[in-house]
């Protein structure tokens, strides 16, 4: 009776094991991307091992190529991103949202797409998606078709199995006093951010400070923190603070990792919103971030009004003077656990820290750029101490809240 339970129990397992693969397999896979120059044209060719439909557009200023598939899996090594061929000077690919991947391609003149198409396999070929781009002028770029897409083409439904990129609010319990916490890790998806000397994503390794930092703050049990995203997505700018919103939070911290010229240079630093950068740097820098959503190719329709709006209205209330204070007790945290830069408390106009009436701030966790720094934010107990001192940070924030109140 055991042997035969032994060998019912071994061949259970089995059957489960060999199905993992094919269940990990349900999304396509496109396994090989690549640009070719051609007399008349640029070609860009994307392996994949099914059809799938697809919508290709144009955008301006600066000129770009979108290419959205529905959600597919990327075997394709990340480098790629970098190619530079033809009328591309490099292109990028992510998941833009759940159930809708896409590649943005960044051209260095107007291009207008002259073909498109699918070819099947054949013989060792596998399934070739292919797009053709020519140069026009600026007049027939606004003058020509700017959209195309397969017959098959819909507007693409999220599976109900796919998580969303952006956390719905949970109701907070009866008698949960947590006080609420947003954590921003930057980039993700279609928008890798940095890439570090030694090939790291800042998109990466965000997400992964901003886990630690979740499961340190919470296991306080003073705190519940929502992240604004989970995994390798694109989350536009203005979600992210609306997410804070959303969530009654108290406070608001976006995590990045930024690279500078010189590798020598390392260090962290903190950012408060202001109309008026603190120096050029910080104005490069949040220019610089300012722009993620023009690299995942995304609507930006009235948003640069929007955020003049709120910059202004932001000079009229208190939450820039509480983001102050959060930024100084980041400071005197985080220099405890990480190198901070000389100056280490600027400001900027990052269009993420815009909201209203949640204190918010912005941490550059270090640079990439520097072999040290990138090190140390790809180690887990490194990113744990940062876990630790956003706590300190944050338990000395409250306390400072709470004995103005009673006062």
Do not use: C
């Amino acid at each position: 009776m055991r042997i035969r339970h032994f060998v019912a129990l071994y061949l259970l397992v089995a059957t489960v094991w060999a199905a993992a693969p094919a269940m990990a397999e349900r999304l396509p896979v496109i396994s090989g991307a690549r640009v070719g120059v051609h007399p008349e044209s640029t070609r860009l060719v994307f392996e994949m091992d099914r059809a799938v439909p697809y919508k290709i557009f144009t955008l301006a200023d600066p000129f770009r190529i979108v290419i959205d598939f529905p959600e597919v899996s990327w075997r394709v090594s990340e480098a790629r991103m970098r190619t530079a061929a033809g009328l591309v000077s490099r292109f990028r690919f992510g998941l833009f949202q759940p159930g809708n991947s896409r590649v943005v391609v960044d051209v260095k003149a107007p291009a207008m797409v002259t073909k498109h198409f699918i070819l099947p396999p054949k013989g060792s070929k596998p399934r070739r998606f292919v797009v053709d781009l020519n140069p026009v002028t600026r007049d027939a770029f606004f003058a020509g078709a700017r959209s195309a897409q397969s017959k098959n083409w819909t507007k693409q439904k999220r599976p109900a199995s796919v998580s969303g990129a952006t956390p719905k609010p949970k109701p907070k319990r009866s008698g949960d006093r947590r006080r609420v916490i947003v954590l921003d890790p930057g980039h993700g998806g279609v928008d890798p951010g940095t890439v570090g000397v030694t090939g790291s994503y800042e998109k990466h390794i965000t997400l992964a400070v901003a886990k630690a930092a979740k499961k340190v703050l919470e296991a306080s049990g003073r705190y519940r923190v929502v992240l604004t995203r989970t995994r390798d997505v694109y989350v536009r700018l203005r979600d992210r603070f609306e997410i804070a919103h959303n969530n009654k939070a108290e406070m608001f911290i976006s995590l990045h990792a930024d690279s500078i010229g010189s590798r020598k240079i390392r260090g962290g630093s903190i950012y408060t919103l202001s109309d008026k950068a603190s120096d050029k740097e910080a104005e490069d820098l949040a220019n610089k971030e300012n722009k993620s959503d023009i690299i995942a190719g995304a609507d930006l329709t009235g948003y640069a009004s929007e955020v003049s709006r709120v910059l202004i209205d932001l000079a009229q209330n208190d939450t820039n003077r509480e983001s102050w204070h959060l930024a100084k007790m980041l400071v005197g945290e985080l220099k405890k656990k990480i190198k901070l830069l000389r100056t280490s408390h600027r400001y900027a106009g990052f269009a993420v820290l815009k909201s209203p009436n949640v204190p918010s701030a912005l941490i550059e966790l270090g640079y990439l750029s520097n072999r040290t720094d990138e090190k140390n934010l790809k180690s887990p107990r490194y990113r744990k101490g940062i876990g630790q001192a956003l706590l300190r940070a944050a338990d000395r924030y409250f306390a400072r809240k709470e004995l103005n109140n009673r006062s």
